[in-house]
């Protein structure tokens, strides 16, 4: 595939060193607005975008890239208040969108075991539920997309509110990222943990994310991915 990187920060080095890997080839990096405009043309020509920038910008690369026709792969967060419009878009456009809040594989796996033990856990109130997120002094968003999408998977599942399941967020160092959900009780404590070792395997989930959605319409998440 020829693909396009939006956001040439750290984890776009690591999609790039894995694109490599699996024998893709980038056909331009874009880090800004100026090289947005300024490769338009390169963009057009790709196979698909991969996107990890900033909240700030993330929702204007989408729109940028489904007005181009060009599918998209999109792991930044904390831009989701425009998920409406911009899926609404990519449905006027015939477009294709693949979001997640997390492409790790490990995490998503996270995310099923994370269901299950909401469903086992509804009705006891014995038990007090919290979520403790750690990343890298660079994150901008807090919580974590990450911790936002195991509050709701608890609150859909176990029929706890959003209120009751608090989020802890920390900012240190390199972290990649570590998510915790704790259950506490009097008598025991259950713990999910998932920690992510470096910025790899967030690289090759996206890359699979880019290698699905290609030729396809429509708007993706890892669960499509998985099945």
Known sequence: ???AIIGYGKMGHAVENAAVKRGHKIICTIDNAKE????????????VAIEFSQPSTAADNIRHCLEFG???????????????????????????LFTATNFSIG????????????????????????ITETHHIHKLDAPSGTAITLQQQITANGGRSAESVPIASFREGEVPGTHTVCYDSAIDTITLTHEA????GLAQGALMAAEFI???????TMRELLK
């Open 197 to 200: 070792h470096s910025r790899e």
């Open 214 to 220: 290609v030729g396809k319409k429509g708007i993706f």
């Open 107 to 130: 995490m998503n796996i996270m995310f099923a075991l994370n269901e299950r033990l909401a469903e086992l856990m509804r009705g006891r109130d014995d038990y007090a539920v919290s």
């Open 1 to 3: 595939m020829n693909i």
């Open 36 to 47: 947005l405009e300024s490769k338009s043309n390169l963009l057009c020509q790709s196979d």
């Open 70 to 96: 060009v599918p998209i792969v999109c792991g930044t967060t904390g831009w989701y208040d425009r998920y409406d419009e911009l899926a609404d878009l990519c449905r006027k456009k015939g477009g294709a």
